[in-house]
């Protein structure tokens, strides 16, 4: 099975930025298409972003216009980066497939704090 491995997470204070990876053990970005998704304590899991197979992306409304999803096929890779971060962006985020439910098990994920 391959594994999700995420990272680029930590504190960081309102309007600033981070950059997520998201490593794959196997070259599955080329057969799924992607998605970040993140879970805030006492919420649900959400879907924040989604990259397809070729290429187009789309992102929660909650987020857009200030992350970008983005992918390197070649190194198995992928990415999102989080602009203008505002407390309510603080949560676990994850990388799986996009469809529901998500193929593939879940990784540890990594936390982001956006906090002053």
């Known amino acids: 099975q391959v594994q999700l491995v995420e990272s680029g997470g930590g504190l960081v204070q309102p309007g600033g930025s981070l950059r997520l990876s998201c490593a794959a053990s196997g070259n599955i970005f080329s057969i799924y298409h992607m998605a970040w998704y993140r879970q805030a304590p006492g919420k649900q899991r959400e879907l924040v972003a989604l990259?397809?197979?070729?290429?187009?992306?789309n992102y929660a409304d909650s987020v857009k216009g200030r992350f970008t999803i983005s992918r390197d096929n070649a190194k198995n890779t992928m990415y999102l980066q989080m602009n203008i971060l505002k407390p309510e962006d603080t949560a676990v985020y994850y990388c799986?497939?996009?469809?529901?439910?998500?193929?593939?098990?879940w990784g540890q994920g990594t936390q982001v704090t956006v906090s002053s």
């Open positions: 990259v397809t197979r070729g290429g187009s992306t």
């Open positions: 799986n497939t996009a469809g529901q439910p998500p193929s593939l098990n």
